[in-house]
């Protein structure tokens, strides 16, 4: 646990944000510092055909140490942190022993991680919790899962009678902005299937995630002055109202769950000349994902034909699909993490992603690639924690799922 705590809190103190308005990969620079690192530390810990590719792809190998026919199987985790919060000088803080009441974060800005808001902490005492300062997020999605992989990779090294196959290591940018599965190369990797350490809470098990597409929406008014509007003004503000209250008020994130998909307006910006919004449409049955959004371009279209010329304009694109169908072929990949789970002691849970995940456009690529838990939980803001133990569960899952893949010898 020392050794994961150390690791950790060196990779969460390096600035890594991903950039969505960036057309280079890496996204942003300084996002090459923790991949350099990471390469140094692979080679350090003794892996093999460790190498680091002109987008900042890390890739390594541990070598079988059987004779028996093991299919190769893999482990990856991204290293950049989401652009939607601050992730410069993170400044980690760890509560031992956590007594089970309230942590505060930040006196000045009265920030406080509560039981009574997140109920899930109390299931956390006793533990040693680390969180934010309440300035930066911490970083635990996903340098909680590259921490894990390396302690997993160094203890199996070190510990050689634990039999097991050939195993690739894969750490990568940009997966908050939707591009970490984009560059990577799936035919050198050369992995029968792989887990991603992204998840959240200890047991999550994923083979399932939205179907995701995100929507550009440009609306071009006309300015006139407003003592002379009348029958000429268009005022693109109020179309991007009349936009938004087309859809079903229910069918948002913060009404819906399980598998219910949803409309989520992510930002707009707009004048009487011109409003811009964005929008991602999530729907876990691919039929019903066609139907959103052929009902998203159909609300432009109904608004257009009042005028002379179009005033909406839709930029639409699809980001990734349900990775269910590529997993139910080979599930057991699944069967492999929920037995070691058991062993372990760990509840598997399995459910769907409300979300995405690099393993779903991996799955695509030809690379079976189910999530598992990483530990943290309330990404992507102040408020976010992980329980140190939560992540040694997860580095010893790594280690198990090694050696039963080795056992059972699947898919051979």
Excluded at 70 to 78: D, E, L, N, S, T
Excluded at 204 to 212: Q, T
Excluded at 243 to 259: C, H, I, L, N, Q
């Amino acid at each position: 646990m020392d050794k994961l705590l150390e690791r950790f809190l060196r990779y969460v103190k390096i600035d890594s944000q991903s950039d969505p308005e960036s057309k280079t990969t890496p996204s942003t620079e300084k996002q090459w510092e923790i991949a350099r690192l990471l390469k140094k530390e692979l080679e350090d810990i003794g892996m093999q055909e460790v190498e680091i590719d002109e987008n900042a792809y890390v890739y390594a190998t541990l070598p079988s140490n059987t004779d028996e026919d093991v299919p190769v199987i893999g482990f990856i985790a991204h290293y950049d942190t989401t652009p939607d919060y601050s992730g410069t000088n993170v400044n980690p803080q760890i509560h031992e022993n956590y007594d089970g009441g309230e942590i505060v974060l930040n006196k000045e800005k009265g920030l406080v991680l509560s039981p009574d808001y997140f109920p899930e902490l109390k299931k956390f005492k006793g533990q040693t919790l680390i969180t934010t300062d309440g300035n930066t997020l911490l970083g635990a999605d996903d340098k909680a899962g590259v921490a894990e992989i390396m302690t997993a990779m160094e203890y199996l090294i070190n510990h050689p009678e634990i039999k097991h196959g050939k195993i690739r290591v894969g750490f990568n940018p940009d997966e908050e902005i939707g591009r970490g599965a984009h560059k990577f190369d799936v035919e050198k990797f050369g992995a029968r299937w792989a887990y991603t350490m992204d998840g959240s809470d200890v047991g999550e098990l994923e083979f399932e995630n939205f179907n995701a597409a995100g929507a550009k929406v440009i609306i071009t008014g006309k300015s006139v002055h407003p003592g002379y509007a009348k029958d000429k003004m268009i005022n693109s503000i109020l179309l991007a109202n009349e936009f938004m209250s087309a859809f079903p008020k229910d069918e948002v994130p913060e009404r819906t769950e399980g598998y219910e998909g949803f409309y989520h307006i992510i930002s707009i910006n707009g004048t009487v000349e011109r409003t811009e919004m964005y929008y991602i449409i999530r729907d876990f049955d691919r039929e019903n994902f066609e139907k959103r959004k052929k009902f998203f371009l159909e609300v432009a279209e109904k608004i257009n034909k009042r005028f002379d010329e179009p005033v909406v304009k839709v930029e639409m694109n699809d980001q990734y699909y349900n990775m269910r169908e590529k997993i139910e072929p080979n599930m057991h990949i699944i069967d492999i993490a929920r037995e070691a789970m058991e062993e372990l002691g760990i509840k598997p849970k399995i459910k769907p992603i409300r979300g995405g995940t690099d393993g779903a456009q991996l799955s695509f690529k030809g690379l079976p690639c189910p999530n598992i838990f990483a530990g943290g939980l309330n990404f992507h803001g102040p408020y976010e924690y992980v329980p140190l133990e939560s992540m040694q569960k997860a580095t010893e899952l790594i280690v198990k799922i090694a050696e039963k893949t080795a056992e059972k010898k699947a898919g051979v």
